[in-house]
């Protein structure tokens, strides 16, 4: 008996550690993204306090001034038209990514849950993608796990995607980028090569009898070729270069002299930034600050209007398309 309430506690033990140490774990990922996200705005504090404080104003004075001399109306008109040019560039890559690896599924029946994905989004990118895996799942019977799939290879091209442009824009003018740029050789070279032993992997050429890629959430990766990779990067294209010529103006705009080629390296680590969770968009506004020091109070005002813009206005796209997406799930 007492051997038998002895194994008893131990298991009930076991299961507590295991239960708690999940609780654990993300509550230390929250505490480090809250962290980030605390040094993101007191390095915001300090350098505006420290401009403001040069022009003999206060902070508030300082900032009201940089908002004032905006011009509010042109910069509306254009982040609109870049917004919707960026919503129709990518649902097409998600048509076209799901069409080679996994059904055939029509561009104007992704538009609405693409659009409404927009929406979870504010909070996680990631997240509305998850969104849209269960949207296909529930309207076309396509196994969740298939979708996700798909969904994992955006995912994956997307990081070399902004990689690749960020090389590009470090090619013609790394010269003039800060000093941490020069890292992007070595980082470059080590993706490139960390994306042929993935292709290879993949094709069976490397590790031939590993069973990982066989995994249900690698099925897409086991379909995709090259020419998919290169596709998916000559498809997204077009949105980042719209937004090298759009970010441009807008810095105009906000009284900011920039070049398209200054903006093309620095637009991809950006939006990298963005694309991760939420701390890490406040550190996509900070980068904005760091990257063009001499002008601490625009750019901290561009960073933080043309980003909560960006995902606002698309989630406003996303209501428009609400009641469709509502009807397709629940009839």
Known sequence: MTESTDTENTAETESGEASTAPKKQGLLGRLVF?????ACFVYLYFRLNGAASREGLSLGTYMTQVF????????????MAYSLFYFLIDTLVVTRALNWLLADIKYKDILP?????????????QIGKGAMAYYLNKRDQIPGWEVGSVMLFIMFCE???????????????GGDLPEVFQLMPVISGGAAVFLVVWLLYFRGKILPNNQFRERRIL??????KVWHYFMFFVLRSPALLAAVVVYTTALNFFGVEASFLTLL????????AAAVPTPMRAAAITFWVILFPENEGQ?????FVQHNFFILFNAIIGLVFWRRAQRELFG
């Open 34 to 38: 809250l962290g980030i996200t605390a």
């Open 68 to 79: 004032a001399n905006v011009e509010w109306i042109p910069w509306l008109i254009l982040m």
């Open 113 to 125: 849950i693409r659009a409404c994905a927009y929406i979870i989004s504010i909070f996680n990118e």
């Open 159 to 173: 990081i070399f995607y902004l990689l690749i442009w960020a090389s590009i824009g470090f090619a013609f003018g």
């Open 219 to 224: 099925h897409a990766f086991r379909r995709a």
């Open 265 to 272: 390296p620095y637009l991809p680590v950006i939006f990298f």
């Open 299 to 303: 750019m901290a005002a561009f960073g």
